[in-house]
């Protein structure tokens, strides 16, 4: 594929799924209110808000299936969801790695005596507020899965037809970090550098497995860690729908602040783990 018609498929495509997902997470955010005003169960709140929870997914879904299958006249399992028996396996061994990278520079903050943690909405009322653990988890799944058939799927794939790996691994890792910084341009420069590192170690994983169930598992597990499990601060906020609430001071270049840990240095050192834990049981060939 010519570099030219990559470029311009590339920005289309990036519009298309931009104007979606803006139309898709205020729908989600009006229901997902809508949901807490109703008067039903528990189980009925969980059912709604877990479902709810995957309108932003459907919407990337479906734009990049268009244009995977109308554009490109090729089927979605070329940007690597075709599943096989050792998928969910990926899914697992990426979110292990997430879990523990994260968890290790979180533990790591708090030997600093730089995260505190407080008791969270969770732990003094279990039963009202399960459905806001749960969806978050649900929010957090379908936002991994999401960001990674959009820049280590489609934008990989685009790439990669017009000027193979190297270009495919760098560019979508480019095209995340600018995504990122555009979505939050408040965040320092730490997190757009260590917006770019993950999206090298994900394309790269992406592109030496064939596959994006370990870059998803991994973005996942990264995720969910950092918010439902430890609470941590996302996006200059406390994240009050965890299993505890993380408290985090000291310089803002080495935690992150109240922008998130991946706008700090211990970010990086989770990364770099996460870099050997691929290394590890990805096939380098």
């Known amino acids: 594929m010519p570099v030219a018609e990559a470029c311009f498929k590339l920005a289309a495509y990036l519009t298309c799924v931009g104007i979606a ?4 997470h205020r729908l989600y955010w009006q229901l997902n209110k809508r949901v807490y005003d109703l008067e039903i169960s528990v189980v009925s709140r969980i059912i709604l808000s877990s479902s709810v929870a995957t309108i932003p997914l459907i919407s990337a879904v479906i734009i990049t299936t268009g244009f995977i299958r109308y554009v490109d006249k ?3 399992s070329t940007l690597g969801l075709a599943y096989t028996g050792d998928s969910l396996t990926s899914i ?9 990278c994260v968890s290790f520079a979180f533990l790591t903050g708090i030997l600093m005596g730089y995260i505190e943690i407080r008791r969270s909405r969770l732990a ?3 039963v009202s507020h399960l459905p806001l653990f749960i969806g978050g988890i649900i ?6 899965v999401f960001e990674e058939v959009i820049f280590r799927g489609y934008v990989f794939f685009l790439l990669y037809e017009a000027g193979g790996a190297h270009l495919a691994i760098v560019g979508s890792s480019v095209v995340f970090a600018l995504a990122h910084v555009l979505k939050h341009p408040s965040t320092p420069l730490m997190y757009a550098l260590n917006a770019f590192i993950f999206g090298i170690i994900a394309a790269t ?7 994006l169930w370990l870059p998803v598992g991994l973005h996942f597990g990264w995720n969910v860690v950092s918010g439902p499990i ?6 200059g906020k406390s994240y009050e729908r965890g299993m505890v609430v993380s408290e985090v001071s000291g310089p803002e270049w080495l935690t992150g602040g109240n922008h ?13 783990l996460a870099t050997v834990g691929l290394i590890a049981i990805v096939p380098l060939k």
């Open 21 to 24: 997902l803006e139309f898709a």
């Open 74 to 76: 090729r089927s979605i």
């Open 92 to 100: 697992a061994y990426g979110a292990s790695i997430g879990l523990g």
């Open 124 to 126: 003094d009322d279990y």
């Open 139 to 144: 929010d957090f799944f379908a936002g991994s």
């Open 205 to 211: 994983a992406r592109h030496f497995t064939g596959a």
């Open 230 to 235: 430890f609470g941590l601060p996302m996006c």
């Open 260 to 272: 998130s840990l991946d706008a700090g240095f211990l970010g990086t050192v989770a990364l770099t």
